[in-house]
Nanobody
Framework: QVQLVESGGGLVQAGGSLRLSCAASGRTFSSYAMGWFRQAPGKEREFVAAITGSGGMTYYADSVTGRFTISRDNAKNTVYLQMNSLKPEDTAVYYC??????????????????WGQGTQVTVSS
């Protein structure tokens, strides 16, 4: 069982930056590939970024490639999402999630077993 708690959301102007954090409970954090997803009002949840358990490989949605960076610190049981050059269309609730595997990468929400409660990111124009 993994419990996830996101933080770092807020209100930012277009072109600005935010860094989201997701703290995980448990002593086997490195056994889980991690992902970030987001859900805007009236829209389905969509994939943002993923990282393997070791942190050696990453995967991004086309919409955020070159602007967002996912990373993790296994010693701190934390995964991060650095978001730069934010756009109003990035406004959403952002969720972190833990997958039931270590070395893969997935953009499918169904592949993730544990979810945080979400943190709101609002980008004003």
């Amino acid at each position: 069982q993994v419990q996830l708690v996101e933080s770092g959301g807020g209100l930012v102007q277009a072109g600005g930056s935010l860094r989201l954090s997701c703290a995980a409970s448990g002593r086997t954090f490195s056994s889980y590939a991690m992902g970030w997803f987001r859900q805007a009002p009236g829209k389905e949840r969509e994939f943002v970024a993923a990282i393997t358990g070791s942190g050696g490989m990453t995967y991004y949605a086309d919409s955020v490639t070159g602007r967002f960076t996912i990373s993790r610190d296994n010693a701190k049981n934390t995964v991060y999402l650095q978001m730069n050059s934010l756009k109003p269309e990035d406004t959403a609730v952002y969720y972190c999630a833990a997958a039931g595997f270590r070395d893969g990468l997935s953009g499918r929400a169904d592949d993730y077993d544990f979810w945080g409660q979400g943190t709101q990111v609002t980008v004003s124009s």
